[in-house]
């Protein structure tokens, strides 16, 4: 199977992703992750990726769509897209990508989230610097504060989720990426899910969509 996440940052797009990828088996890329790991390594598509991120704006959809193509050459059977496409260009070229791969989308979920829920999520989310695993300080603590429930890992509020920049990455998201709901609305491709509910909710209502 072969999926697209879409959503407004805090969404849950990464919890949902990390519950989908065990019950149906699937690799998950997430271009977000993707990113910061060139950044920790000091590449230089991470030194150019950083600023962007730093202020909440989009990386060049060159950048992203490359690091995207390249693995999903690497990749055997399914898998789920998190936080791309992000734009319309990146959503055309997807589309250019899968049909050279000869592959298509099953569908494309977009999780719905209101303002008030998004934020306490961004706000409290705590993220482990050694396996990525997701906590929030209310909906999801950690056992042990600040460190991580699977490998003990140290958890760190990421960067990107300030007050001031989670305020831009909801506007470009606004501009950039609302949009191309529509985009996969007129392929019939879309699946809208109320993201407010617990992420293990969100998981049933798809997988009952999709008869599993
Ligand atoms: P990225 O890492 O993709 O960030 P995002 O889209 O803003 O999404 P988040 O990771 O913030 O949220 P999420 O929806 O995954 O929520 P999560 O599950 O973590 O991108 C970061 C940056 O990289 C971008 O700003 C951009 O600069 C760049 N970038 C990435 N992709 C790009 C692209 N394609 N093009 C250009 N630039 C790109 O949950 C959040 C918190 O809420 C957690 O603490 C979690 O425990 C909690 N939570 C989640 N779901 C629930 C729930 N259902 N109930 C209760 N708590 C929940």
Known sequence: MKLVLLGP???????????????????????????????????????????????????????????????LKTIQGGYLLDGFPRTERQAK?????????????????????????????????????SCGALFHIKNKPSQKEGICDLCQGQLYQRPDDNEATVKERMRVYLENTKPIIHYYEEQNRLMTVDADKDSEDVEKIILKSFDL
């Not at 519950?19 to 088996?25: A, D, N, Q």
């Not at 950044?39 to 060049?60: C, F, M, R, W």
């Not at 950048?63 to 390249?70: C, D, F, G, I, S």
Request: charged letters at 25%; aromatic letters at 2%; proline letters at 2%.
């Open 9 to 71: 940052p805090g969404a849950g797009k990464g919890s949902l992703a990390a519950l989908l990828k065990k019950s149906l088996g699937l690799a998950h890329i997430s271009t977000g992750d993707l990113l910061r790991e060139e950044i920790k390594n000091h590449t230089a598509l991470g030194q150019e990726a950083k600023s962007y991120i730093d202020q909440g704006g989009l990386v060049p959809d060159e950048l992203v769509t490359r690091l995207v193509e390249h693995k």
């Open 93 to 129: 070229d997807l589309d250019q990508i899968l049909a050279r791969l000869k592959q298509t989308l099953d569908s494309v979920i977009y999780l719905n989230a209101t303002l008030s829920v998004i934020i306490d999520r961004l706000a409290g989310r705590r993220v482990c610097k």
